[in-house]
């Protein structure tokens, strides 16, 4: 039970995407870096204490300029206290003058060399993938980027001939994997994003995405290597013939999308972190494409046969463009190698 | 083993508000026409299915068949295609005047769809898309007849492949006219089943005046039969569809049985979101409170002279209360019952779906109507 701590600095940076340069917010895992997106992958096994120090304007510059906070969907009982050395309460939402703006505990703008920080803690006692997101003004906060995952590992999922080893769930869960990767799906409206980041007055209801992303990139790019940008998660897949490829999907978009498998067929081993495999129940199902609507997640488990290369893609064909060109969007690549 | 020619061709829709919509469709030879959905690959497990695809367009065009394994080329299997280093299709596809084999083996009872692979955001919106039928290696026809073989519980008496998608037609008149096209913007007004719009969907297979639509989609049992309802979404959005008033049960998605072992993972929905590129097999059973030709429709029948729909003042009713029987009807409403059938409508539960360029009704509905007797040889596939 050991106690993860993440630092994260919520920031202003820039986007490359579809070949234009898109102002968006996110968060950097140190000060005076680059905001990410997705935000920086948090890891911690059943039973750990996850602890996230948020700083807004100390060290940092690039402020967002307003309140900002994460929320943690799924994970319950979240405290939160004054870094470094105030009570832990639990995070409550948070009103204005009677007025909501604030879905948890938040810390406000401060000055440049002002030492304040806000720090969540939470046990993370399932396995699974979870989000964590903007809790303050969400709307705009989550559609500029304010999104990440944490990953809960299960006990013995490191440990060789530990029953929990190279599982996702645990033991007899049927998530043994050979291969993981984590696919982030979302979308950017670019107009919006340079409104709301330049302080001109927007329309909520405009939101018209024109950017749809895997793990904060488009196609191409997708499938290219990681690197030290803003955007520093690759999505390409590569496994053997025979091998068990885990794939995590998440939907922190606004959209439902559907992700096409390649032409394969998965088995769906968990649905919102809820493995569907348990105390020796087997409901999990086949798909070749899996829906998933806004903030919800996916795991499943695909065991190619014939080596080659295989497309997985938004299957609202009119995501996979960049500047109406296509190919582009929402997609990435599996490559299956022979064993 | 099945061999099936597949034509890609241009060709107009109709609507039944009187557009007339230019599209790219499957035919199944040189002779036939562009039809939409493409021409419908009835098979049985185990069998080995060859499709020949015969590209006439100015773009190369390629097949995806989801679900099916080991789909191969020349005896290799599918690959992505490339050129310039630029992903051109996802399979190997049929360059402009080619044809191209691809052979699969239907390893799966079920329902599938295939569809374009080369410029999909084009090319399946435009109509290049068909179903696959993939009946039980233990299937006979005149025997019990199930979805997924015997011992899993899906037996049915009658079937019905339903397909729906989605036309924008400002999108099909610029890839007519070879026009730019803003594809982010693209936009709906019509809704299809079968490639039919409400109501050209409740019409006959093979009507003489819509040659590039041939498939029907009119819902035809009798009381308490099991009636199998395959429902495949061609197109780009969700639809959330159900027979009105009634519940499916859920057997199968994407050709995949819901079942593991003992275990039955189908489940009861009143209403089925139908999404992209998604397959679902349902069994639908209408035991309707006892109505029947020995006891009365159970609710209240409202004044006949408010049965009349449209301005014309037509009406499906057959003005008897007892199934199978036929009754007066006043004399300015026209009467589309045949034999004393009862309908109601299967339809999207996305209202505006039910439009024609936002004229209701029309759009993703067609009826189911319930015979007091029905020849077994509808509802066959």
Redesign the interface.
Known sequence: MAVVTKYLWGMKGTLLLTGRSIPFWGFSPVFFSVPQLPAPQIEAKTGDTVRIVLFNSFLNPSPIGESISILFPGQPDVMVREWPSGNFIFTEPQYSDGQLYSLTNDIATGGFAELKALEYSLIVNKPGVYLYESGTRSERQILMGMYGVIVVRPEGYDIPAHPDFKTAYGAGTMSEYDRENILILSEIDSNLNNQIDHGDDYDMSTY???CWLVNGRTF?ATVEEPDQSSQPMGSIIRCNTGDKVLLRIVNAGFN?H?L?L??L?AQLIAEDGVPLVHTG?????????V?LGAGQRVDLIITP???????LFD????H??NN?E??GGMMTKLEVAAT | MISIDLWVKEGYLSTPDGNSIYFWGFSEGEAAPAQLPGPRIICKQGEEVTVNLTNTLPEPVSL????????TVNGQ?V??QYVNG??VS??NHALIGETITYTFTAEYAGTFLYESGT????Q??MGLYGGIVIHPADYDANMDKTAYGSDTDTAYDREYLLIVGEIDPDFHNAVKQGK?????N?KPRYWTINGRCAPDTMLKNDIDYLPHQPYGSMIMCQPDEKVLIRYINAG???HPLHPHGNHTRVIA????L?R??E?D?SYQRFTV?V????TYDQIFQWKGLNYSSQNPIPTTIPNLRNMGIGDAGWTLWSGSPYLGEKADIPQSIQSLNEFGEYYFMLHSHSEPQLTNWGEFPGGLMTMIAIYSSLNENVGVL
């Not at chain 2, 730019?180 to 982010?184: D, G, H, M, R, V």
């Open positions: 018209h995405p024109d191409p439902a559907t096409q390649g032409g067929v129940t087997d409901k999990s199902y086949q798909k070749t494409s829906t046969t014939i080596p080659g290369e295989y497309y299957r609202e064909y009119h996979l463009v109406d296509f190919p | 995806c068949f989801p679900g099916q394994t080991g789909v299997p690959q992505p630029k992903l996802f399979t410029n999909p955001h084009k399946v919106l730019p096209y803003s594809i982010k693209y780009v959005g969700s998605l994407d050709g995949r819901l593991n072992g275990f993972r979101s999404n992209p590129g998604q």
